[in-house]
């Protein structure tokens, strides 16, 4: 099971995952690149030089500890590369980090007031961006750096943000149940005799949860940001608004 399994909520689901660009594995690995080039150039210049002796054997240590600590090194930035991810649920962005000692940061979507993304001609061609959020809390994910396809991310996440006020309103209806034939009645005992009589419409009706005051009143206080944002149309919010009436 991957470890971002474990985070998960109760009924909260992966919607996108993703990681920075290779680019910043590349950045991040330097050192331990320039340990190899450093290596490769001091074996030319031994061949060129054709040096012999105790310091033949010098440089063939130095080259060999260069190596050994280069190569160490970028399977270092691999792990690290490998494990830092950036994931949005259903309820929240997740950023994890850390190949040994776990580190996580999570924004709540309810939180989020928008996202702004940066991206540099460079970083067009070669599909990466810096990806802002901006959030009502102080704490959290602010800045997602050299994201890997920071468009789709930040798209996923505004209609996970999107699908969360609609469920957290009441506007979202839930899905009604499979419908069921009616049963026949049986006839009477003695013969010819009619069954019973049909059950009333208004009995078989489930019956709705009443809300109090409290909770309409914020219930229509999110349906009212909805329409005013555009989510839902004047039409949908008069309909919610009237069934939620009823329950009152």
């Known amino acids: 099971m991957a470890y ?7 009924g909260e689901q992966p919607v996108k995952r993703d990681h920075q660009h290779w680019f910043v594995l590349l950045a991040d690995s330097r050192y331990g690149i320039l340990a190899i080039l450093a290596a490769i150039a001091l074996l030319v210049l031994r061949g060129a030089a054709n040096i012999t002796g105790q310091a033949d054997v010098l440089i063939g240590w130095v080259v060999l500890v260069l190596v050994v600590v280069g190569l160490a090194y970028i399977g270092w930035q691999i792990l690290r590369y490998v494990n830092e991810e950036y994931v949005v649920t259903s309820r929240r962005v997740l950023q994890l980090e850390g190949v040994i000692n776990k580190r996580v940061m999570d924004s709540s979507l309810e939180k989020i007031n928008d996202a702004v993304l940066t991206q540099s001609l460079f970083g067009r ?3 990466f961006g810096d990806l802002d959020i901006l959030t009502a809390s102080e704490t959290g994910i602010s800045r997602l750096r050299m994201l890997r396809q920071a468009d789709d991310f930040k798209r996923a996440m505004l209609d996970a943000k999107h699908e969360l006020e609609l469920e ?5 209806p839930l899905p009604s149940p ?3 034939s009616a049963p026949h009645p049986e006839p009477a005992p003695g013969g ?3 069954g019973a009589a049909p059950v009333s419409s208004a009995s078989a009706a489930p019956n709705r949860a009443e809300m109090s ?3 309409l009143t914020r219930t229509l206080s999110s349906l009212a940001d ?3 944002r555009g989510a839902i149309s004047a039409e949908e919010y008069e309909a919610k608004k009237a069934d939620l009436l009823r329950r009152l």
């Open 192 to 194: 010819g005799g009619i």
């Open 226 to 228: 909805l329409r005013d």
């Open 213 to 215: 005051a409290d909770e």
């Open 178 to 180: 499979p419908l069921r």
């Open 125 to 127: 061609i070669f599909g």
């Open 168 to 172: 957290l309103s009441g506007a979202r």
């Open 4 to 10: 971002i399994d474990s985070m998960l909520a109760s």
